[in-house]
């Protein structure tokens, strides 16, 4: 999908380590490719993809929808479960979350990833 993100702030010691406002939520994120150079403050159209470490989780949750920053690049994204995307005020989509958690559809879920990778257009 297609986000318009406004750059928050850029890591002076890191360029690609970046922070982001989509909608109201700010997120941490890495950049994966920009073929350009990005400025704090600006609006730009990006592509996201998540990132997992290690093997895909999904549960039901009890907690209030929304994207929380866990630790550096870790966020757990808590939101409805709808078609395999995880909605959450912005939406998630995964090729795998359909077909791995179809049981889900329609609840309020909880997944944790490891890191969201921004593709700059």
């Known amino acids: 999908m297609i ?5 928050v702030s850029i890591d002076n010691n890191d360029e690609d380590d970046l922070s982001i ?6 997120l941490r994120c890495f950049c994966a490719y920009t073929p350009y150079d990005i400025v704090e403050g600006e609006v730009y159209n990006v592509e996201m993809s998540l990132f997992f470490n290690d093997d895909i989780d999904m549960n039901i949750s009890s907690k209030s929808v929304g994207v ?3 630790s550096y690049y870790k966020h757990l994204i808590v939101g409805h479960c709808v078609n395999g995307c995880v909605c959450s005020g912005i ?3 995964d090729e795998y979350f359909k077909s791995w958690f179809g049981m889900y559809d329609g609840k309020l879920v909880e997944i944790v990833v490891d890191r969201i990778d921004l593709v700059f257009l």
Do not use: P, Q
């Open 3 to 7: 986000y318009t993100a406004k750059i």
């Open 91 to 93: 939406k998630f989509c």
């Open 21 to 26: 406002n989509i909608d109201g939520c700010v």
């Open 68 to 70: 929380y920053n866990v």
